[in-house]
């Protein structure tokens, strides 16, 4: 059974940095385009990054130039870098699985297929 699990959430200060991390499990992903979306407090689930099969890789406009995605196949990892972090960043992270091949990361969430729990992010002022 397919199974993705976040780990690597915490409570960190403005202008800090944190890396969050995703292991992959149950059956192969390596050409699934995996991806990163984040819920705030009171708000619907958002897309941040994506990643697909060749490491084309798509950003959500508010994190450009802030997070960074990347994924190790071998290890069935996939990882966010998050730096500069603001207090508008809090929110519940979670990790995704797109089984097609895409050769450009979906944003959507419908386009997910499978799901992680979910890591608590909180960026304090």
């Known amino acids: 059974q397919a199974r993705l699990v976040e780990s690597g959430g915490g409570l960190v200060q403005a202008g800090g940095s944190l890396r969050l991390s995703c292991a992959a499990s149950?059956?192969?992903?390596?050409?699934?385009?995996m991806g990163w979306f984040r819920q705030p407090p009171g708000k619907e689930r958002e897309f941040v990054a994506a990643?697909?099969?060749?490491?084309?890789?798509r950003y959500a406009d508010s994190v450009k130039g802030r997070f960074t995605i990347s994924r190790d196949n071998a290890g069935n990892m996939v990882y966010l870098q998050m730096n500069s972090l603001k207090p508008e960043d809090t929110a519940v992270y979670y990790c995704?699985?797109?089984?097609?091949?895409?050769?450009?990361?979906?944003?959507?969430?419908?386009?997910?297929?499978?799901w992680g729990q979910g890591t608590e992010v909180a960026v304090s002022s």
């Open positions: 995704a699985a797109d089984q097609r091949r895409t050769i450009v990361p979906d944003t959507s969430l419908g386009r997910y297929d499978y």
């Open positions: 990643i697909n099969w060749i490491g084309s890789t």
């Open positions: 149950g059956r192969t992903f390596s050409s699934a385009t």
